[in-house]
């Protein structure tokens, strides 16, 4: 896809320029509890920060990102060795530096190792170097996963993918996930295809959630499609067709088969809001769990 045609799937090049270098502020509503040992998909990865953050920081045990944009999942796979060049070292077992992060370690109580507690992951400082050493002497080499536990952490705990998710499977979609997040992504999906389209990739969300699974989505508000549908011909002409609007989508979602919602909150970042220019959009970050079936919602 060329980056002189315009993003019409919001495949924004330098989205994360303006973004923390490190902690997408959405992430830190969304239980840690969440993430670990997950497997978990990112639909519309972009460049890879919010997966990548994932992987590395929230104990993630598989972290796989989607995007329709070939030339963004390239920069994704960037950002990874970038990260990875940044994290502190850790000292393994067998004494060895420069190793990824190092096993999870279990909850302690007063009567020893809670198996049921709360799993936290050994994090490495994610900004160890700094990022100038990076810029002058290039990324730092990723060593082999030497034993099947380091493929559960970063950086081998990542990949990226290339397809239009809501008609393409991937390979990774064959074990299911325990997570899929849509952030700021709905509204591409929903001009590009219709109510029709946007409906079948809730579908596809619900068919690949393992049992107990959740769906975590930060749907755009109404008022921010105009400005994408006088983007492209195509776009607008879509637009005219859309029935189903933002506030329909948790009902929609549990039509599809998906639980009761969980308001996960909201972060106070984001964009300006269209309608007043001088105040920031906080993006509304909701779930919504199946306990029933596998599915929760944001
Ligand atoms: C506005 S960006 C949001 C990026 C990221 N999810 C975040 O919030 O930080 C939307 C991303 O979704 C991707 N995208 C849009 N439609 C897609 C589809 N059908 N399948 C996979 N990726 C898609 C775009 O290429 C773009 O990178």
Redesign the pocket.
């Known amino acids: 896809m060329s980056q002189t045609t315009q993003p019409v799937?919001?495949?924004?090049h330098g989205?994360?320029m303006k973004r923390p270098f490190f902690q997408?502020p959405r992430l830190s509503v969304i239980p840690d509890s969440y993430f670990i040992g997950a497997r978990v998909l990112?639909?519309?990865?972009?460049e890879g920060?919010?997966t990548c953050e994932i992987a590395q920081s929230k104990g993630a045990g598989k972290a796989v990102g989607?995007?329709?944009?070939d030339t963004?999942v390239r920069a994704a796979w960037k950002r990874r060795r970038y990260v990875w060049s940044m994290q502190e070292p850790q000292q393994t077992m067998d004494g060895e530096r420069d190793a990824p992060a190092g096993p999870k370690k279990r909850k302690r109580t007063s009567e020893g190792t809670d198996p049921s507690a709360t799993m936290e992951p050994q994090l490495s400082r994610p900004d160890y170097f700094p990022a100038s050493c990076e810029h002058m002497f290039g990324p730092l080499p990723i060593p082999p996963a030497s034993h099947g536990k380091q493929q559960e952490t970063f950086p081998h705990n990542v990949t990226f993918r290339t397809?239009?998710?809501?008609n393409q499977e991937i390979l990774e979609d064959s074990e299911g996930y325990n997570i899929v997040l849509a952030?700021?992504?709905s509204k591409?999906?929903h001009l590009?295809g219709g109510d029709e389209g946007l409906t079948r990739f809730f579908r596809r969300v619900h068919s690949v959630l393992r049992l107990g699974g959740r769906f975590i989505l930060?749907p755009q508000e109404w008022e921010s499609y105009a400005k994408a549908r006088r983007m492209d011909p195509r776009l607008k002409e879509n637009a005219h067709g859309l029935k189903l609007r933002p506030e329909h989508f948790e009902s929609t979602l549990q039509d599809i088969g998906f639980g009761g919602v969980e308001h996960l909150g909201q972060t106070g970042e984001g964009g300006r809001c269209s309608r007043h220019p001088g105040r920031k959009r906080p993006p509304r970050l909701k779930s919504c769990q199946d306990f029933d079936d596998q599915s929760m919602y944001i």
Not at 9 to 12: C, F
Not at 66 to 69: E, G, K, L, P
């Open positions: 799937h919001g495949n924004y989205y994360y997408d990112d639909v519309g990865c972009n920060w919010v989607v995007d329709i944009d963004l397809a239009d998710w809501v952030l700021s992504v591409w999906i590009n930060e």
